[in-house]
């Protein structure tokens, strides 16, 4: 897995590049649907075409925009105050897959979200590859933090 991160003066920034041996077809519906949503972040929902549903328990969630549903490109949708985008280019056989993250500066806990989603992007690879999810290992939460606000100097 590629990883890059950048910021300007109100936003950082992560991208996750990855090759994934099934055709983007394939992989799609891993991130466009409830079923294959689950499989990876189990607190989020989709709801047709324009909203994912973040449920946070005792019946409480938070609606958050689908900006973009192109069926098998790209998903682009609301991450409270910034942005997360999935982008598939390949072939029957092959894809490329690419997340691209925005989010406020002063975000709370924001290393911990581009954390977070780069152990979803490895369990969606995971997933497709037929392999179990993975939790993150003892240590290795507090390692990755610290690498990302290392990269975001």
């Given at each position: ?23 983007p077809d394939n992989i799609f519906p891993l991130l466009a ?39 098998p490109k790209a998903l682009h949708f609301e991450w409270f ?49 037929g392999e179990k999810v993975e939790d993150f290992k003892e ?15």
């Amino acid at each position: 897995m590629q990883v890059s991160y950048h910021k300007d003066h109100e936003s950082a920034y992560q991208k996750l590049i990855t090759d994934i041996a099934l055709s983007p077809d394939n992989i799609f519906p891993l991130l466009a649907t409830t079923t294959g949503v689950q499989q990876w972040f189990p607190e989020l929902s989709v709801r047709g075409e324009k909203v994912l549903t973040f449920d946070y328990g005792k019946e409480t969630e938070e609606d958050l925009e689908i900006y973009k549903y192109e069926n098998p490109k790209a998903l682009h949708f609301e991450w409270f105050g910034g942005e997360v985008e999935f982008l598939l280019e390949g072939d029957e056989f092959q894809s490329k897959v690419m997340l691209n993250q925005r989010l406020p500066l002063d975000t709370e806990n924001l290393a911990q979200d581009f954390a977070g989603w780069q152990k979803c992007f490895e369990n969606i690879k995971h997933i497709s590859e037929g392999e179990k999810v993975e939790d993150f290992k003892e240590g290795e939460l507090s390692q990755k933090i610290a690498d990302i606000e290392a990269g975001l100097q």
